[in-house]
C-alpha cells in the first residue's frame, strides 16, 4: 500500500513539477498531463478502497435494497467501459440473455454497480489483447453474471489467495503492481453481503472467468416500446434551462466547459440557500445539478426543501465523495440521479439524455 500510494505521489507530483519547464513542446504537455490524470485516478481508486474495506470491517456499511433495472445497470455499465476496451484494441462483448423487458429486481444499487464495474475493469487491466465476454442471465431464481477474458490469467497456486486483502495473482508482473490489491476483497464482502456467491476459473496464461450470483427477487416486469436509436444532438434540441449549484470554481468552469453548447440556459448559485430561493423564483429551471457538500444548507437538506413547492423538477446530485451509501442518501433526499467526482463527460452526458428521454420536462 505505501509503495502504491508514494509512486502515485511520484507520477502526480513528478510530472507536476515537469511542466513548469520553459520550451515543452505541446506533445510533451499533453504527454505529462495525461500520466497526472492517470496516477491521479489511481489514487482516488486507491483511497475509495482503502475507505470501503474500512467500512467493512467496522460494520458501517448498510444494504439498502431499492428496485433495480438490471438491464439498464448492465448496458450502462458495458456502454461506459466499451471505449476503455478498444483504446486497449480488446473486443468487449455482450452476451444479455436476460429477458428483454425492463426487469425490476430488489438489491443493492450501489454495491451492485461496485461488483460490475470493478469485475469489468480488472479485465481490462489484466488483458493486452484479444477480446472480454460479458455473460448474464436468470438461472434457478439466480442473476447470473460472468466476465471471460483472453489475458494473462492466474497461477493455479495463487487462485485461493485472490480474493485475500493486499494479495494479487502474480506481484512480478507488471499489471500487478498497478493497484491496492483490495478491490477483489471488497468485490466478494459485497457479494456476500447481498447473500450471494462469487468464483473465478483461470488457466495461467490464456485468460480467466470471474462468475458471481445474486438473488433473483423480482419486484415486477413491465414490457416498455424499444426506443428508437437517437443522434445525441437531436436529444439535446430539446430545450435545457441548467442551474449548476456548485461553490468550486473550477468544479463549475468545469461542468460550464462540458455543457454550454448543449443546453439552452446556464445559471450558477454557491449555497444551498441561494440555490432554494433561486429555484421559488425562476420556473423555467428544468435542471439541475446539485453538489452535496453546499456552506449555509448541504445539498441534501435543499434538495429536500425544493421538492416541497418544485416536486416534478429532475434534479441530478453531484459529490467528491463517492463513498459506498452517498447514492441512496441523495436519492433519498429526493434527487432523481447521482453522478460522483471526477466528473467523466460520457458519463454526465448519457445522465442528461436518460433525463431528456425519461419524463423530465
Given at each position: 500500500?505505501?509503495h502504491?500510494?508514494?509512486?502515485l505521489?511520484?507520477?502526480i507530483?513528478?510530472f ?15 504527454r ?13 481508486n ?16 448498510e ?16 456502454d461506459?467501459f ?18 428483454k423487458?425492463?426487469v425490476?429486481i430488489l ?21 493486452d489483447?484479444?477480446?472480454?465476454k ?31 486483502r493486499?494479495?494479487?495473482a ?6 500487478a ?12 464482502a ?50 435545457i ?9 473550477s468544479?463549475f ?5 462540458i ?13 444551498g ?36 413547492f ?25 434527487c ?9 463527460k460520457?458519463l ?5 439524455e436518460?433525463?431528456l ?5
Amino acid at each position: 500500500m505505501s509503495h502504491e500510494i508514494r509512486t502515485l505521489m511520484n507520477g502526480i507530483l513528478g510530472f507536476t513539477e515537469l511542466l513548469k519547464e520553459p520550451n515543452l513542446s505541446g506533445d510533451e504537455k499533453h504527454r505529462f498531463i495525461e500520466i497526472i490524470k492517470k496516477s491521479g485516478d489511481r489514487m482516488l481508486n486507491t483511497v475509495n478502497d482503502i475507505i470501503d474495506i474500512s467500512k467493512i470491517d467496522s460494520g458501517q456499511v448498510e444494504i439498502v435494497q431499492t428496485e433495480v433495472n438490471i438491464n439498464e445497470e448492465i448496458e450502462i455499465n458495458y456502454d461506459f467501459f466499451n471505449g476503455e476496451a478498444s483504446a486497449k484494441g480488446i473486443e468487449l462483448k455482450l452476451i444479455n440473455d436476460l429477458p428483454k423487458q425492463d426487469v425490476l429486481i430488489l438489491t443493492d444499487k450501489v454495491k451492485l454497480n461496485s461488483i460490475l464495474s470493478n469485475l469489468i475493469k480488472n479485465a481490462i487491466k489484466y488483458t493486452d489483447k484479444g477480446s472480454i465476454k460479458i455473460y448474464c442471465r436468470e438461472k434457478d431464481s439466480m442473476f447470473e453474471f460472468k466476465i471471460k477474458d483472453t489475458g494473462i490469467g492466474i497461477p493455479e497456486d495463487r487462485i485461493e489467495s485472490i480474493f485475500n486483502r493486499f494479495e494479487q495473482a502474480d506481484i512480478t508482473d507488471a499489471h500487478a503492481r498497478q493497484g491496492s490489491g483490495l478491490g477483489l476483497s471488497i468485490i466478494k464482502a459485497f457479494v456476500k453481503m447481498l447473500n450471494g456467491n462469487i468464483g473465478v476459473q483461470s488457466e495461467f496464461g490464456k485468460g480467466s472467468t470471474f462468475y458471481f450470483t445474486l438473488p433473483w427477487v423480482e419486484k415486477q416486469k413491465k414490457a416498455v416500446p424499444e426506443k428508437d436509436n437517437q443522434d445525441l444532438s437531436k436529444v439535446f434540441d430539446k430545450q435545457i434551462n441548467l442551474l449548476i449549484a456548485e461553490d468550486d470554481d473550477s468544479s463549475f468552469e468545469y461542468f460550464k466547459a462540458i455543457l454550454d453548447r448543449v443546453v439552452n440556459k446556464i445559471v450558477r448559485t454557491t449555497n444551498g440557500k441561494e440555490t432554494v430561493s433561486y429555484l421559488k423564483n425562476n420556473t423555467d429551471i428544468n435542471l439541475v445539478l446539485m453538489d452535496v457538500n453546499m456552506p449555509e444548507l448541504n445539498g441534501y437538506d435543499a434538495t429536500k426543501q425544493i421538492k416541497k413547492f418544485r416536486p416534478e423538477l429532475y434534479i441530478i446530485a453531484q459529490t467528491a465523495y463517492a463513498l459506498v451509501g452517498d447514492e441512496e442518501k441523495a436519492l433519498q433526499s429526493g434527487c432523481n440521479d447521482y453522478i460522483s467526482k471526477p466528473i467523466k463527460k460520457e458519463l454526465l452526458l448519457a445522465k442528461i439524455e436518460k433525463y431528456l428521454l425519461g419524463s423530465g420536462e
